[in-house]
């Protein structure tokens, strides 16, 4: 899943992106670099992100989906039902839902629409104030299985929510649920730390090198900024596996 931020302000690709013809151009890229999906983003969900107004999104990603739609599988990145129904009506089929809370639009859409669960405590202003957990583990999963089993979608994943408020998940217990199961580290600012400082564009090897860990623990999908390396890393992946 290739992340495609059409935002002014997200942490590593705000602004790149906002013409929509480079966005377009972009997302096609990442398509031609291997990317099945591309996630199509109006709001930050970065730490202390305010909100974006409903129109302010709707003007950002629409023209981009229907763009993209014909020619790769287009998921709409959003906390909003507003914005995920008009996604679908402009070309999208994957609901990437940080939030967690948007299962009945996608059931209402039909099977040809899926749905991303991902688990987040708080919002994105809070989530990383003080999150408190008494078994991290045991409650993401039990909370995304639970989301999953009532979501009356066909295609739901699961994402244990890497970077907010919490680090690296232990993948193989939410691989044992038998859902499949979706990881963004990208260029995430504990990568910063683990790197010594590096800001989000130097971040490229650990974040392949962290996509290709959640792959070899049995993550089905990873939502990546560079889809070129992670598609290498990858195809090495099942090569030797
Ligand atoms: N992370 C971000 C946004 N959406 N969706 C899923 N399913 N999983 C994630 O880990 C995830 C996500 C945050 O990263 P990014 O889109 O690069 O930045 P921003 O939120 O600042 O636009």
């Known amino acids: 899943m290739g992340v495609l931020n059409v935002t002014p302000d997200s942490f590593s690709d705000g602004g790149r992106w906002l013409d929509p013809g480079a966005a377009v151009a972009h997302g096609l890229q990442m398509a031609a670099e291997g990317a099945d999906v591309v996630d199509v983003g109006g709001e930050s969900t970065r730490p202390g992100a305010e909100p974006v107004p409903v129109d302010e999104e709707l003007r950002r990603v629409l023209p981009v989906i229907e763009a993209l ?86 295609e739901v994943w699961i994402d244990p929510g890497i970077g907010f408020g919490k680090t690296m998940a232990h993948l193989d217990e939410l691989v044992a649920t038998g859902l499949p199961v979706v990881v963004g580290t990208s260029r995430k600012s504990f990568l910063g730390r683990l790197t010594g400082g590096a800001p989000a564009d130097d971040r490229v090897e650990a974040s392949v090198a962290t996509a290709a860990w959640a792959l070899a623990q049995g993550a089905a999908m990873v939502r990546v900024h560079d889809v070129a390396p992670t598609v290498a890393a990858a195809r090495l992946l099942s090569r030797s596996a």
Not at 97 to 125: E, F
Request: net charge negative; charged share 20%.
């Open 69 to 154: 739609a014909p020619s790769v599988r287009v998921s709409i990145d959003t906390r909003k039902a507003e914005v995920a129904e008009a996604a679908i009506a402009a070309g999208a089929t994957l609901v990437n839902d940080v939030s967690a809370s948007l299962a009945p639009v996608a059931a209402a859409a039909g099977p040809g629409v899926g749905w991303v669960a991902m688990h987040m405590q708080g919002d994105p202003r809070t989530m990383q104030e003080s999150p408190t957990y008494r078994d991290v583990v045991a409650e993401v999963r039990d909370f995304l299985v639970e989301r999953a089993a009532s979501a009356g979608v066909a």
